[in-house]
């Protein structure tokens, strides 16, 4: 009997997937849940396990091809069965696009007009698929339905790809002069490089979407960066004494991202301009806190989501954040985890960085990043000096929405809630 290998449906907003590489070759032994191949979405880089045991009889899709969901990989022969079979041991039934695209259309991400003419429509008036991708940029990019349907497309069977869109993009906004629009990978100087003197590193997927992501967000929101000084002492000095009996308790470290975490959600609900985004000339703002945790690795910067985080406790935070590095290092996140952001922490003061001036997260307004915990000589309000641990915090925010008073008011919440931390709030 011989199984079939689906490309999976990874997110509610996820619909084609590139493969990225096989980890198994033809005619290898392969045991259930072995990763088999790498398959890459405009989100996320993620392993597919086999589904069964057996013998990886053909691959059907090679490395760099793309895919739409419930398109068939490859075969696995299970030795000493009989006929061919599903995924679950029946016969595989027929994915059709149209009903994956239309399950994937209630997304948030997709919803609101394209230009004057409405909601993007699912299929063109040809019958031609838009993707929840192609429809959200278009949405935001202003298309109308009759600019959509003219577009060529390179995609199968004549679909419109991001690629097509963007390009499209970059061609429209140059001849008016707003060429930012374009992607961000064909701009910048014409270098003259060999083999001899440089060695060219094509970027992944995930590369290519943070690049696109960045140039657009600096492009659309004009960045305002505040800084502000924060005593930590109070909170580092108790972490170092609980932190083993933590480790103990809860089965992990206490680190000090939990404790900025709290701090932040906090000020949000005192401060919900922050909390918000905007949609044409209105200002939204979100009624729960979906607050992304910035997570650094080998290939790039990814943003899984604590959803509701406004409900949770210290511990529930900390949970949350322990949870999601760790399954981010593991490649173990589904895209739909690192969606629905309404503001973000970056840290790099774990790896020693000082302060910097982060990039928002669209369609977010502001974005903290907390910088490296150092002790230092302190003048004190009694002109006394003593040693202190100091950290700088920036907050970039949209000037569109966020005023300077409004970003004050915030930091100084953050700024309070650490400095008095009420350290009953972990339980130790």
């Known amino acids: ?74 075969v696995i022969e299970i030795p000493g069965t009989g006929d061919s079979a599903g995924i679950d041991g029946t016969e595989v039934e027929e994915v059709e696009s149209d009903n994956v695209l239309e399950e994937t259309t209630t997304d948030s991400s997709v919803r609101g007009a394209v230009g004057a003419e409405g909601v993007a429509p699912v299929r063109s008036r040809d019958g031609r698929f838009y993707s929840p991708l192609v429809r959200s940029i278009a949405r935001r990019e202003g298309l109308t339905t ?34 930012f629009a374009s992607s961000p990978l064909s701009k910048g100087p014409n270098l003259s490089y060999s083999a001899d003197n440089a060695d060219v590193i094509a970027m992944d997927n995930v590369r290519k979407s943070i690049a696109e992501h960045m140039v657009r967000s600096k492009a659309t929101s004009p960045h305002v960066t505040s800084f502000t000084e924060i005593d930590m002492t109070h ?25 900025f975490i709290a701090a932040i959600v906090e000020a949000l609900r005192s401060n919900p301009m922050l909390n918000a985004s905007i949609d044409g000339e209105n200002i939204v703002q979100w009624k729960n806190i979906n607050l992304g945790l910035a997570v650094g690795l080998e290939k790039g910067v990814i943003v899984p989501v604590i959803r509701n985080a406004e409900e949770k406790n210290f511990i529930g935070l900390a ?23 309404t503001f ?11 302060f910097g001036t982060p990039i928002i997260s669209q369609p977010q307004v ?32 949209d000037h569109r929405v966020v005023d300077g008073l409004n970003a004050a008011r915030y930091t100084q919440a953050i ?14």
Do not use: C
């Open 1 to 74: 009997m011989s199984v079939d290998v689906v490309m999976p449906k990874l997110g509610e907003s996820v619909t084609e997937g590139t493969v990225v590489r096989w980890l198994k070759k033809e005619g290898e032994a392969i045991e259930r849940d072995e990763p088999i191949l790498e398959i890459a979405t405009d989100k996320i880089d993620t392993d597919i396990p086999s589904i069964s045991d057996g013998v990886l009889k053909q691959i059907l899709i090679q490395e760099g091809e793309t895919v739409e969901v419930g398109e068939i990989l490859a």
């Open 235 to 259: 909170v580092s000095s108790y972490r170092e004494r609980v932190k083993e009996q933590f480790l103990e308790r809860e089965g992990f470290k206490l680190t000090l991202t939990p404790f």
């Open 366 to 397: 502001g974005i903290i990043a907390t910088g490296s915990v150092t002790k230092r000589v302190v003048v004190m309000d009694d002109d006394s000096m003593a040693i202190r641990s100091i950290m700088y915090m920036s907050l970039s925010y």
């Open 146 to 179: 009759d600019e959509l349907d003219a577009l060529s497309g390179s995609g199968r069977n004549g679909r419109v790809t991001k690629s097509d869109l963007l390009s499209y993009l970059a061609s429209r906004d140059s001849s008016t002069g707003a060429d």
């Open 415 to 428: 700024t309070k809630k650490l400095e008095q931390f009420d350290l009953s709030e972990v339980g130790l």
């Open 319 to 341: 949970r949350s954040a322990y949870d999601f590095a760790l399954r981010a290092h593991s490649r173990k996140l589904s895209p739909d985890e690192l969606q629905g952001g």
């Open 344 to 354: 973000t922490l970056t840290n790099p003061g774990m790896w020693g960085t000082m």
